[in-house]
């Protein structure tokens, strides 16, 4: 049975949660900004995993989980209802699995970002999911802040990947290691001096807002390189983006343009 956020109204979905927090208005002062919540759905077969996640996730103020459920088909059938920014799924769960789930929300909801749960035992699922609009993989095990971080990474349009997750899809995906590097190496070379410095960031798990303000450029122009590099390169997500700059060593590298430099 899924569990409805308190007070949330059945049959329609609650609208956007915006919140008033202070932004610095100059020396000595404040002033009121409205920053919009970020409304996330669980869904875990597992009531305890359910309810540490939900309690990691309302330590943000910024976050409000809307709804639970304990499979992927409630998670679809209340997501239709809640339409919320982040949907956390679990990858094994009964009726529909994470996957399903993921699949059936990309068709319906697309404006909906996923981020999935796994644990070490799960590699199979995790490329299989690849190429099925998940935008971030997370260890069950992992940093609570890491959650946290991910689940605000997805909502503003960037990718979050757990850097053990990352290195055992790239494993997972078969073939030699440094073959794979070499291949993706190649893929990338064409690339602007601009657009390797979009690509590593975007790989770091940085949001668009984010790249925008370390680049010094608006993010429309960000977003304009991201979609130029998915279509040139073939991908069809960010996060399979992240995986090939993974794969090519190309996060953290400093070989791209800083702001007004080479290829911009």
Known sequence: MAVRAPGAAHGDPPGPGPRTVPDAAGPGGTRPRLER??????????????????????????????????????????ARLHRPDVAVLDIRMPRLDGLGAADALRHTLPDTAVVMLTTFSEDDYIARAL??????????????????????AVAAGGAALS????????????????????AARARLAPLTGRE????????????????AARMYVVEGTVKAHVSAVLGRLGLRNRVQLAILAHEAGLVGDDRGAGPGGPGA
């Open 196 to 211: 390797r410095e979009v690509v590593s960031l975007l790989a770091a798990g940085c949001s668009n807002q984010e790249i």
């Open 131 to 152: 190429g099925g609009g998940v935008g971030g993989f997370l260890l069950k095990s992992g940093d609570p802040r890491e959650l946290i971080a991910g689940v605000r």
């Open 163 to 182: 850097p053990t997750v990352a290195r055992r899809v790239i494993d997972t995906l078969g073939g030699e290691r440094l073959t794979r590097a070499a």
């Open 37 to 78: 919540m970020i409304r996330v759905l669980l869904a875990d077969d597992e009531a305890m995993i359910r309810a540490g996640v939900r309690a990691i996730l309302t330590t943000d103020p910024g976050i409000e989980v809307v709804a639970e459920a304990g499979d992927g088909h409630e998670a679809v059938e209340l």
